[in-house]
């Protein structure tokens, strides 16, 4: 049996009448009447009793009506959804993430905003570091990319890169600090004789950037503790365990006890971006798109709308 069949066959049991389920399906009786019997052939018993002036359904057609109401619902169900997924409004998308996104105001706003659009798609979000992501994203196990890499990144030719979010690193001290008490902004070679706070994991893109910053001034960071989190990470500058470079949105992290100084060099600029591959599929350009609206939304002055150019 097939689904034409199986559809023909309701449409006669609910009507019990061949001329008004012929109508209701928009064909000729006579095919409708060939493929009953074809199904009760194939079954090998009757499924609907007739006479001249009425049609019934037999014991096996009333078991069979059953079945096959569930069946077509659920191909239905499966034609709709695989429609769904072709123009983007079904299926999953996989996100990483960094750390710092989710302290951003835009990052509740994309996915209330996604979810409100797109109810029927599952979101898989994954907390990764910047170079994990861009991995991911190159063995197809990721979707969409939502990173912050070092201002020197150019992005491969088969990934389509856009500006989200544009702040600053900030230099975070413990409050007793001796950097903590002075005015204005810090230059870089100001923290070269303290100690850092830094991340254990590499392909942080924070940390690389910070890194950067200090061999530009002329050092290397003395890290004398390590998180596996940014969030982490200001705790222990908090703990008195050192000094930590972080992205500005973390003066809301609500840890007291820190102080966030400005770095006075043009290197501290940073960038959050979303990624995709150049080649993807429609249901991550939907949450791309998305992403760029609920940028614009939230800080329309910081956040042009344009692809990083790769190498």
Request: charged share 25%; hydrophobic share 45%.
């Amino acid at each position: 049996m097939d689904y034409r069949q199986l559809r023909y066959f309701i449409a006669v049991a609910e009507e019990l009448s061949f001329s008004r389920a012929a109508k209701r399906l928009h064909v000729s009786q006579p095919p409708l009447s060939t493929q009953i019997k074809a199904m009760e052939e194939e079954l090998g018993t009757q499924l609907l009793a007739r006479t001249r002036r009425t049609v019934e359904l037999t014991q096996a057609g009333r078991l069979l009506l059953e079945h096959a109401r569930r069946a077509v619902s659920e191909l239905d169900l499966a034609s709709e959804t695989v429609r769904r997924a072709a123009r983007g409004e079904a299926g999953v998308v996989r996100v990483g993430f960094t750390g710092s996104v989710p302290m951003l105001d835009m990052f509740a706003e994309l996915f209330r905003s996604f979810r409100s659009s797109y109810p029927r798609v599952k979101i898989e979000l994954r907390h990764m570091s910047t170079a994990k992501q861009l991995q991911a994203i190159a063995d197809a196990e990721l979707d969409v990319a939502i990173m912050r890499p070092p201002l020197d990144f150019r992005p491969a030719p088969d990934l389509q890169v856009h500006v989200v979010w544009r702040d600053r690193l900030m230099a975070f001290l413990p409050l007793d600090h001796p950097l903590a008490g002075t005015t204005g902004a810090l230059k870089m070679a100001e923290l070269a004789e303290h100690e850092f706070v830094g991340m254990a994991d590499s392909g942080c893109g924070v940390a690389d950037q910070g890194a950067m910053l200090c061999r530009r001034a002329g050092f290397v960071p003395r890290v004398v503790q390590e998180a596996h989190e940014l969030r982490t990470v200001l705790s222990l500058v908090a703990a008195g365990l050192g000094i930590a470079i972080l992205p500005s949105c973390y003066q809301d992290a609500g840890v007291a006890n820190v102080v966030a100084k400005p770095l006075d060099t043009v290197d501290a600029e940073s960038r959050m971006l979303v990624a995709m591959r150049a080649n993807a599929s429609l249901l991550p350009r939907r949450f791309v798109e998305c992403a760029l609206q609920a940028a614009s939304r939230s800080a329309p002055a910081l956040v042009p709308d344009v692809a990083v150019v790769s190498r």
